[in-house]
């Protein structure tokens, strides 16, 4: 094989997992992109290490060592997972079509990670962010706020990822049936119940979502239910920053983002005595580990109740009691 079809084996068969990936696993697009980009490393270091061609056969496990070496001098150890994942996946792709006869990246054991724990805002934090958008002493809230607090309520009371936020259409919003649909990773669908303070947001933000209309050009949305005042979809990067202005404003957080609401969602429920799997299907979490990351976040809580009710814990405490005053006195 020459150089150029080499070149041309290796794209060919890169595009063919990517295309598997967005039209039979359905991934979303981010999840593609991603793929794209920790594939792309891989085949450059092939390309250049055979001199401008290379194929699939040339990954062996020193290879693979060898490029994992090298992404690990500049990246951080959860980017080169990362990527050792993205590579996996596609040799696995190939060898269940018969393009590989071994799978190299068997051999190579994915390190292990110390996730940190997500950023999550207390119950009390999460109430002043909510009132935020409408703290301003206007006698009569003006769209905007209340768009900004339908947004938070629903980061926060549903639980929405910033991309399904971003993504809700009009018609997705159930007022009668108090639910919304939302479109989820993998283009998946699931039903979310409105809470009294979204449901009620949700009231006051229709009624007044007309005024957020092109000034000149009249132009609204005809499906996006958060609009920019140019009548415009909102887009992630939007949402994103309003919601660390609010974050610095209500609570003296500029770091905070929609995923931290998440997290916040998932851990009061856990706190007020939801069951992990009621949790994992609100929201919309694929595997039950990802939700169980909630239940650290809930230990210092759980040990405070250890502490005032367990009688081993009380009976430590009056020994450390006893101690302490046998030595006051020694």
């Not at 039979?24 to 999840?31: I, K, L, Y």
């Not at 056969?57 to 980017?79: H, N």
């Not at 706020?145 to 993504?167: F, H, K, Q």
């Not at 957020?212 to 994103?240: F, N, T």
């Amino acid at each position: 094989m020459d150089s150029g079809a080499a070149h041309d084996q290796l794209g060919m068969k890169l595009e063919e997992f990517l295309r598997y990936l967005e039209f039979e696993r359905r991934a979303s697009g981010h999840t593609v992109a991603a793929y794209r980009r920790d594939l792309a490393s891989l085949a450059g270091f092939l390309r250049e290490r055979a001199g401008g061609a290379a194929r699939v056969e040339d990954i062996d496990k020193l290879t693979l060592r060898t490029w994992m070496a090298g992404e690990a001098r500049r990246l951080k150890s959860v980017s080169v997972a990362r990527r050792l994942a993205a590579v996996r996946s596609f040799m696995t792709f190939l060898e269940q079509r018969g393009n590989l006869r071994a799978n190299p990246a068997r051999q190579i054991k994915v390190p292990r990670l110390r996730r940190p724990l997500p950023m999550f805002l207390s119950a009390a934090a999460a109430d002043a962010l909510m009132a935020a958008p409408q703290a301003a002493p206007a006698e009569v809230p003006t769209p905007q706020s209340l768009r900004d607090t339908l947004a938070l309520e629903l980061l926060y009371g549903a639980g929405l990822r910033v991309s399904e936020l971003a993504l809700l259409n009009l018609e997705d919003v159930s007022l009668a049936r108090r639910e919304i649909r939302v479109v989820g990773k993998g283009n998946k669908e699931r039903l979310v119940p409105l809470g009294g303070a979204a449901a009620r947001a949700s009231e006051r933000y229709l009624e007044r979502r007309s005024e957020l209309a092109h000034p000149k050009s009249s132009y609204l949305d005809p499906q996006a239910l958060l609009v920019s005042a140019r009548g415009k979809r909102l887009s992630v990067r939007w949402i994103q920053r309003f919601t660390a202005r609010y974050g610095l404003s209500a609570v003296g957080r500029p770091d905070l983002h929609p995923h931290a609401l998440r997290h916040s969602c998932a851990t009061h429920m856990l706190e007020g005595g939801a069951d992990l799997r009621l949790i994992q299907e609100f929201l919309g979490h694929s595997s039950l580990s990802t939700t169980e990351r909630y239940t650290h976040l809930s230990l210092d809580k759980l040990l405070g109740v250890y502490d005032r009710s367990h009688p081993l814990a009380q009976r430590t405490r009056a020994k450390k009691a006893a101690k302490s005053s046998d030595d006051q006195h020694g």
